[in-house]
């Protein structure tokens, strides 16, 4: 299924920075437990994680650092900031609000949801 | 890694991609370097899973996303890097070269219209000699209309603001003529050397163009204000040799051309030079843009062995500043050099790389200059009450206060971005907040000094 794009927008910051509070990584592997986390449902195009990354860096969110990786390549790996990670709380906290308001309207509607359309199908990142 | 029979191939077919990716501009070269990673290892576990190298080539391509929305977004991240292709024009296509040659003759008449403005009050008998305070008042009224006009027409600036800019001027004309000043009085004076600091901000608001709400379209008017300055330098030096020369050659001829030069030349080549400047500036970017920071990072570290030499010596020497009436007004100067090599740094520097040893001269810098200044005020707290307070030392002193609070804010904002406790977002957020304290500063001086002290 398609998420809209911006809905995809909206909800890599908090994706982004929840995948770091597990560990420190790089962009491939970010992009790959995202995959893995929703379960294929939430396709980003890969470059545009970039510009992502490169915003939370500028806002202080997240640090970078070059490292050889193990392939023998250059490889920039970010890390999550103080700052950052009061950052994920408060969206956390936000899109807690949003979910438990589409969840009460949901219940409220009897909608018959179907399977493949669930609840979990815009992930919440549950990391820290 | 792939089988050696393709590497060669995928080689190439990365070095294309790269070179591709290479030509936008939003995109660097670091940037490019953190997406051929992903690029390569994208490929590596395709070629894993069984696909060909070729194959895995164009999947991982493909996944990466078309290269014109993957530059935009690059480009909606580093606003800073656009800045230089905002608005020059790609010479490759015609429709833009058009532009170009349209901004070029609107520029060009925009300067001419500022020649005739400064000359038209001439026609109504007030002369260059012999009103001068007319001239000096009204100096900013000769120019800054025409250059707000020129970026309202190129930022198509809506009617709302540009009501709100005339405004601004009308009011700015009036407090200008109205007041009944003493002839060569200190707060006509005054009046003339703070109108175009306030009026300056409504350049800025024309030049953002709506972006004046953003830090980053702020920090676009700083950097535009410095080239600015730039190439107005340097076409001056260039209108010097070439008056210089004109003297010369027709007093060969026994002809005098110095009623000309004064009457004519000068002051319309003032005026018409700052349009110009600024079309050069807003065409040129990308040539100038180089020039700025290396004057700064030259300049930067003189002038911090200077201050700490000079602190040394007050220290070891344990003199006292003597602080003349005037001196005051040098150290403003020195706290607006300062400011500027300041400004200029942090506007060319780019915000994610980490701190280093130029930042580190800078804080120097700033602090040496702040406990100069300091020393200064000291001395000069000391003796406020024996010299009175004259508009002229109320208007220095005010300056410096407002530079010192701006220099001493960088400073801490500063030292946290070099203990890694602050982004240097924070820096430029500061810096470009307080720029409109000079102007709402500059216009009190222009509204309240006169009546307060009696228009002496």
């Known amino acids: 299924m398609e998420i809209n794009k911006d809905l995809i927008a909206a909800s890599s910051t908090p994706i982004v920075l929840a995948i770091l509070a597990e560990e420190d990584s790089y962009g491939y592997a970010i992009l790959q437990r995202v995959r893995e986390l929703s379960g294929g449902r939430m396709e980003w195009t890969d470059g545009m994680l970039y510009p992502v990354l490169h915003r939370l860096e500028r806002l202080g969110h997240v640090e970078a650092r070059w490292e050889v990786a193990e392939s023998g390549r250059r490889r920039k790996y970010y890390r999550i900031t103080s700052q950052g990670r009061a950052q994920l709380a408060e969206e956390r906290r936000q899109w807690q609000a949003v979910d438990a308001t589409l969840r009460g309207i949901w219940q409220a509607l009897f909608l018959p949801v179907p399977t493949s359309h669930s609840a979990s199908a815009v992930p919440l990142p549950q990391g820290s | 890694m792939p089988a050696p029979g393709h590497g060669v191939s995928l080689e190439e077919q990365i070095d294309q991609w790269r070179s591709y990716l290479r030509r936008r501009q939003a995109i660097h070269s670091v940037d490019v370097a953190e997406l051929e990673d992903h690029l390569r290892e994208q490929v590596a576990v395709l070629v894993d899973a069984g696909l060909a190298t070729d194959e895995a080539f164009l999947v991982a391509v493909k996944r990466m996303g078309d290269l014109d929305t993957l530059s935009r977004e690059f480009a909606r991240e580093h606003s800073d890097r656009l800045w230089k292709q905002l608005v020059v024009a790609p010479s490759d296509s015609g429709a833009s070269r058009a532009a170009a040659r349209t901004d070029a003759i609107v520029a060009f008449c925009l300067a001419v219209a500022a020649a005739v403005v400064i000359k038209a009050p001439a026609l109504f008998g ?47 004309a009036v407090f200008a003529n109205v ?90 080549g003032a005026v018409g030079a700052v349009v110009i400047a600024s079309w050069l500036v807003e065409a040129k970017q990308s040539v100038i843009e180089n020039m700025a920071p290396v004057l700064t990072s030259l300049f930067t570290p003189l002038f911090a062995a200077v201050l700490v030499t000079f602190l040394g010596a007050l220290l070891w020497t344990g003199r006292g500043v003597d602080i003349e009436r005037d001196m005051l007004l040098a150290y403003d100067l020195l706290l607006v050099v300062v400011l500027g090599l300041l400004l200029y740094s942090v506007s060319a520097r780019d915000p994610r790389s980490s701190p280093g040893v130029f930042d ?23 003796r406020i009450t024996e010299f009175g307070f004259s508009p002229n030392r109320v208007a220095v002193l005010g300056v410096n206060l407002i530079l010192l609070v701006n220099l001493a804010w960088s400073a801490v904002l500063y030292i946290r971005f070099l203990r890694g406790r602050g982004s240097f977002t924070g820096l430029e957020r500061w810096q470009t907040d307080y720029l409109p ?20």
């Open chain 2, 360 to 382: 580190v001269m800078q804080v120097v810098l700033v602090v040496s200059a702040l406990l100069a200044d300091a020393v200064a005020l000291w001395a000069i707290a000391a």
């Open chain 2, 126 to 172: 007030v002369q260059l000699d012999e009103d001068a305070g007319f001239y000096a008042r009204n100096l900013s009224f000769f120019v800054l209309p025409l250059l707000t006009g020129y970026f309202a027409w190129k930022r198509r600036l809506d009617p709302g603001t540009l009501r709100w800019l005339a405004v601004a001027f009308v009011a700015a």
């Open chain 2, 179 to 268: 007041y009944p000043f003493a002839p060569d009085g200190s707060t006509e004076v005054l009046t003339a050397l703070h109108l175009p600091i306030a009026l300056w901000l409504v350049v800025g608001i024309a030049y953002a163009g709506g972006r004046w709400g953003q830090v980053g379209g702020r920090m676009d008017f700083i950097r535009f204000s410095g080239e600015l300055f730039i190439y107005y330098v340097l076409i001056a030096l260039g209108g010097g040799v070439l008056t210089a020369f004109m003297a010369m050659m027709f007093e060969s001829i026994g002809i005098d051309v110095e009623p000309f030069f004064a009457s004519w030349l000068l002051p319309c």
């Open chain 2, 437 to 456: 304290v000079y102007a709402v500063w500059a216009a009190i001086v222009v509204i309240v000094f006169p009546p307060v002290f009696g228009y002496i």
